[in-house]
């Protein structure tokens, strides 16, 4: 199984970014997609989650600001986030979160300055 996730980078407040997710070696269409993310020094917290139906939650923190979306003929896992804070400064993961283990891919560094 690999999860490559990409988009990350240096952006200025209020700007924004999208993350990609290819995912490989998993029936992509029906597993539950996440994006997941750790600041320095935190726990890593769940940011967005979408179902194989495309049903949709978010944390409060990203709630208007951040859409996931899913091409499942791409195999690929989107994160758009506009209007980014310094506080979403983060390496974000992507995850599969299917009815076995997780799988998680390697990390993208989003750094937003104030």
């Known amino acids: 199984v690999q999860l490559q996730a990409s988009g990350g980078g240096l952006v200025q407040a209020g700007g924004s970014l999208r993350l990609s997710c290819a995912a490989s070696?998993?029936?992509?269409?029906?597993?539950?997609m996440g994006w997941y993310r750790q600041a320095p020094g935190e726990q890593r917290e769940l940011v967005a989650r979408i179902g194989s139906s495309g049903s949709t939650n978010y944390a409060a923190s990203v709630k208007g600001r951040f859409t996931i979306s899913r091409d499942n003929a791409k195999n690929t896992v989107y994160l758009q986030m506009n209007s980014l804070k310094p506080e979403d400064t983060a390496v974000y993961y992507c995850?599969?979160?299917?009815?076995?283990?997780?799988?998680w891919g390697q990390g993208t560094l989003v750094t937003v300055s104030s």
């Open positions: 070696g998993i029936i992509f269409r029906l597993n539950t």
């Open positions: 995850a599969a979160l299917g009815t076995g283990p997780t799988y």
